[in-house]
């Protein structure tokens, strides 16, 4: 047990009680209290003693009208100064407990996320690789196409054919589009094993990633890359929403 002394708002009355070190303290709700941060600490009633002022003791009603007491507030002096070295090991001993847990899970959740977001990386990429292939019988059979249409053509505008030939050719090109997507893919993967906090970066790497998915999908005009097209979108909402813990 250990002897403290305090005094009320005005200063006026004046009180000693005994108490143990290590104590529980309420904060209190009222006005007061709240503007200047005073705590509460109960003591029992053979362990105070009001030392000067007891003529000013009147009885403080709460605005509820429910609880009454009267006005006497403790400041408890429930600093680290009051705790002993045994105390202060034990406390400190525990916090590094928590935060080496923390840590642990951080780490483990961080395994998780990483593994869930390079299988749907990877699974783009396999998408990918499945349009390279398409793209190869979409260009055969637009040539094909494109061929037999000129060669139905009867009297030609040398310089507006031209144009058209080129804007045909162009509307439905998707080979840059296909070596973005890459190059994205491979920043993502290069990014996701930094040792750096990337989560951001991340989120602007799979918005690019969106970008030419997007694209490829509406130039390729070709039912079977949409397809794929649509699969690839189903893995970049996963590797947005994951990327949302990472930040």
């Not at 000067?52 to 009208?65: A, K, Q, W």
């Not at 990386?121 to 061929?147: D, G, P, V, W």
């Not at 139905?152 to 045909?168: C, G, P, S, T, W």
């Not at 097209?229 to 990327?243: A, D, R």
Request: aromatic share 8%; glycine share 4%; net charge positive.
């Amino acid at each position: 047990m250990k002897e403290y002394s305090g005094n009320c708002h005005c200063g006026e009355v004046k009180y000693k009680f005994f108490s143990e070190e290590l104590v529980d303290i309420w904060n209190c709700n009222c006005s007061i209290c709240d503007i200047n941060c005073y705590q509460h600490l109960f003591v029992k009633h053979e362990l105070f003693e009001i030392i000067s002022g007891h003529e000013l003791l009147s009885e403080y009603n709460f605005g509820t009208g429910s609880a009454k007491h009267l006005q006497i507030f403790n400041r408890a002096q429930n600093n680290s100064s009051n705790l002993n070295a045994n105390s202060k090991k034990k406390i400190l001993q525990k916090i590094k407990e928590i935060v080496e847990e923390l840590s642990q899970f951080r780490f483990k959740e961080g395994s998780v996320l990483e593994k869930d977001l390079l299988n749907n990386i990877n699974s783009i990429y396999s998408n990918l690789e499945r349009i390279n292939k398409r793209a190869i019988k979409r260009k055969n059979q637009i040539r094909t196409k494109l061929q037999n249409k000129i060669l139905a053509l009867k009297e030609v505008d040398k310089e507006r054919f031209e144009q058209e030939i080129i804007y045909y050719i162009e509307k439905y090109d998707i080979n840059e589009e296909l070596i973005r997507l890459d190059s994205h893919l491979n920043l993502f993967q290069k990014n996701i094993n930094s040792n750096k906090p990337v989560g951001k970066k991340l989120g602007f790497i799979s918005q690019e990633i969106g970008r030419e998915i997007n694209t490829i999908g509406s130039k390729a005009n070709d039912f079977n890359i949409q397809k794929i097209v649509i699969s690839m979108k189903e893995n970049l909402e996963k590797v947005k929403e994951q990327i949302l813990n990472v930040l």
